[in-house]
């Protein structure tokens, strides 16, 4: 059994699927290549049969020419296998990952198939799938929940269809590490040939079980794990990258095994994972929390510096944690900016370069100190991706003894054309700021949820507003940036504006498309 562990990154697929976490095409690759950089082994970038949208990210994902290899999510539907070699047709490095239910729930309630059903419609999306791929992830929903020998019985027809891959989902988070161990055990004493495939873990975090259970699954047997940076993911959330990283290389002692990720990288991916979902990482979150390396008690400090291993399992450098917080100012070139921003991790373009360190000279002009995570708010923080813009805006507020209101006025450009004020009431700054908004929607506009954050410190912090709307039946999530926090509420919802047109563009090119098949 080979000591390496290949690290499944599925935080674009089943991380997008924590509720707000949604993210467009531009934050995808961004996330993309910062896996891998990381040396993510598999990036799942998405669903492609599930959307035109989705279809489109796996698309762009697999054509960033990545030394990961990139995978796409498909049922054991011949037109989902083909969605997947159609987004994935140039890229040089791919994987189909195929899935179906197996456990008895799903087999009576869902599926209403027979075992013998299920076996048959996996073997045939495996030769299916085997005229684009070499590579073939089989996974069993549910497996946790399926008899043991069933699972043997299923995985032996996809290693003799051509499976690459066996994937043992705890789909629902319902597993302990014990029977975790026991399951992989089980698998690779009873299954012929296990050799010939790599059994993979992944694990829901329901009971909060979800890296002890990928642990336990690598002493079964396992050599793949699946997991999603800070844990994101549905409901509960998936296994943590980082905790299993640097689980396995804290107790290399114990397992003996490697991951060959780039640990001085993860802090940097927690941190745009963050920025570009809005999904904030806990202060007690282990390895990439705020206070993962923080001590207060007067022991423990004493003991720290003495000697940082008394208090300390790891250094905070080797998770890319920053030696030191660099205050950067109006006064500082372009140089030190680059250097800061590589030190993040994140890689830009001169172009990118050169627009992003405009607005830091301006950002600078107005706050006294400019620190890592103002940087980081200047390259995720504003989406002004799209025909909209935010040229400027005005609010107006009357208070008296029993009443409040506001007029905002927006000064808003399309397309580069001259810009034109849109104005609205409400009875405060953000409602009139929505109001105005919804004279330029034509379809229902309804905010369902708005958050305010401080971005760094000071009394001249930058605030982020992220918010979550409906427009007509499509739910958005926009973030915006700014020392203004009224600002960078009416950022969000410009933001918002952009996604809700774009997404509009590309049911308008699915319609032409159908209208044209159909003539």
């Keep these: 059994m080979e000591n390496h562990v290949y690290i499944f990154d599925t935080t674009l697929r089943d991380g997008e699927q924590s509720p707000g976490c949604s993210m467009n095409r531009q934050e995808k690759l961004q996330v ?17 049969a599930a959307s035109e949208g989705d279809f489109n990210s796996v698309k762009s994902v697999g054509e960033l020419g990545l030394n990961s290899t990139i995978a796409g999510l498909a049922r054991c539907h011949m037109g989902d296998i083909e969605a997947v070699a159609k987004s994935l047709d140039t890229c040089p490095h791919k994987r189909l990952h195929t899935f179906i239910a197996t456990s ?4 009576e309630y869902k599926l209403k198939m027979s075992k013998q059903q299920i076996t048959e419609q996996m073997v045939k999306a495996v030769e299916f799938g085997k005229q684009w791929f070499d590579d073939i992830e089989v996974s069993a929903e549910d497996a946790m929940r399926t008899e043991l020998d069933y699972l043997v019985e299923f995985f032996q027809a996809a290693i003799d269809a051509g499976a690459t891959t066996l994937n043992v989902p705890d789909t629902v988070g319902y597993g302990t590490p014990r029977e975790s161990r026991e399951m992989f055990k089980y698998i690779v004493d009873n299954l012929q040939n296990a050799d010939h495939a790599i059994l993979s873990c992944h694990n829901h975090n329901e009971l909060g079980l979800a890296v002890a259970n990928s642990l336990g699954a690598i002493d ?5 794990v699946e997991c999603t ?10 296994a943590s990258l980082e905790e299993v990283v640097m689980a396995l290389r804290t107790r290399h002692d114990r397992y003996g095994l490697d991951t060959g990720i780039d640990t001085t990288k993860l802090y940097p991916a927690s941190r745009i994972d963050t920025a570009v979902t809005g999904s904030r990482v806990q202060p007690n979150k282990a390895i990439v929390g705020r206070n993962a390396f923080a001590h207060e008690a007067g022991i423990h400090q004493d003991g720290v510096l003495k000697h940082a291993e008394t208090y300390e399992i790891m250094k905070p450098e080797a998770v890319g944690v920053p030696e030191n917080n660099l205050v950067l100012g109006k ?8 250097n800061r921003l590589e030190t993040l991790g994140y890689s830009v373009d001169q172009e990118t370069l050169n627009d992003l360190f405009v607005k ?3 950002l600078a002009d107005r706050k006294k100190s400019v620190y890592d995570e103002d940087i ?5 923080g504003t989406e002004q991706n799209g025909p909209w813009h935010l040229d400027a805006i005005s609010i107006h507020t009357e208070v008296d003894d029993t009443d409040q209101s506001a007029e905002a006025s927006l000064k808003l450009r399309f397309n580069g054309q001259a810009p034109r004020i849109h104005s609205g009431r409400g009875d405060g700054p953000v409602n009139a700021i929505v109001n105005a908004i919804r004279t330029i929607i034509d379809e229902e506009l309804h905010m369902e949820r ?15 507003a992220t918010v979550r709307a409906t427009v007509g039946a499509c739910r958005y999530k926009g973030t915006g940036v700014s020392t203004d926090i009224v600002e960078a509420a009416a950022h969000a919802m410009v933001s918002i504006m952009n996604r809700h047109h774009q997404h509009q563009g590309r049911n308008l090119n699915a319609e032409n498309e159908r209208l044209k098949a159909a003539v």
Aim: proline share 3%; glycine share 14%; hydrophobic share 40%.
């Design 220 to 224: 079964g047997g396992a050599r793949q």
């Design 32 to 48: 993309a290549r910062i896996l891998d950089e990381l040396g993510v082994d598999i990036i799942e970038a998405g669903f492609p």
């Design 450 to 464: 708005f958050e305010v954050s401080a971005v760094s410190r000071g009394s001249d912090a930058q605030g982020r």
């Design 331 to 338: 006064h500082s070139g372009r140089h030190a900016f680059n």
């Design 104 to 107: 008895p729930i799903h087999r």
């Design 376 to 380: 980081e708010a200047l390259v995720l």
């Design 360 to 362: 830091f000279k301006a």
């Design 229 to 238: 940076i800070n844990g994101i993911g549905e409901r509960a959330g998936n």
